[in-house]
C-alpha cells in the first residue's frame, strides 16, 4: 500500500514554470513505478512522465518532452515534475502514480497504476 499526496499547482502565465512535488509513503520495498498523469475537463487521462524508483532512465511523453523534467530526492523521498514553458493547454488536474506490480520503463496508461494522489490544479493563462 502506498500513500500518495500531490502539491505544488497554481496558476502562471504561458511560459511560465511550476514545480509538483509527489511524496510517497507506506511502501517498504524501495523498487517501483512512479509517473505523473494530468486529465483535462472533458478528456482522458494522460502520461506525462515515468521513472522506476531505484534510479532507472525517465521517460516522457512527446508532449512534454524537452519542457517537463521529472525526478525524484530520495533523501527527501520526494518525486517532483519541473514544468517549464507552460502552455494554455498544458491546464488540467495533474496527479501523481504509482505502480507495485511492475517496474515500468516507458509510459503506460493509468489503469496500469495502482495508486493515485489526490490531484492538483494547473492553471495557464495566456
Known amino acids: 500500500q502506498i500513500q500518495l499526496v500531490d502539491s505544488g499547482g497554481g496558476s502562471v502565465q504561458a511560459g511560465g514554470s511550476l514545480r509538483l512535488s509527489c511524496a510517497p509513503s507506506?511502501?517498504?520495498?524501495?523498487?517501483?513505478?512512479l509517473a505523473w498523469f494530468r486529465q483535462a475537463p472533458g478528456k482522458e487521462r494522460e502520461g506525462l512522465a515515468g521513472l522506476v524508483t531505484d534510479g532507472g532512465r525517465p521517460y516522457y511523453a512527446d508532449s512534454v518532452k524537452g519542457r517537463f523534467t521529472i525526478s525524484q530526492d530520495n533523501d527527501k523521498n520526494t518525486l517532483y515534475l519541473q514544468m517549464n514553458s507552460l502552455k494554455p493547454e498544458d491546464t488540467a488536474m495533474y496527479y501523481c502514480?504509482?505502480?507495485?506490480?511492475?517496474?515500468?520503463?516507458?509510459?503506460?496508461?493509468?489503469?496500469?497504476?495502482?495508486?493515485w494522489g489526490q490531484g492538483t490544479q494547473v492553471t495557464v493563462s495566456s
Open positions: 502514480a504509482a505502480s507495485t506490480r511492475y517496474l515500468w520503463i516507458k509510459l503506460r496508461p493509468a489503469s496500469d497504476y495502482d495508486y
Open positions: 507506506g511502501y517498504t520495498n524501495s523498487r517501483y513505478s
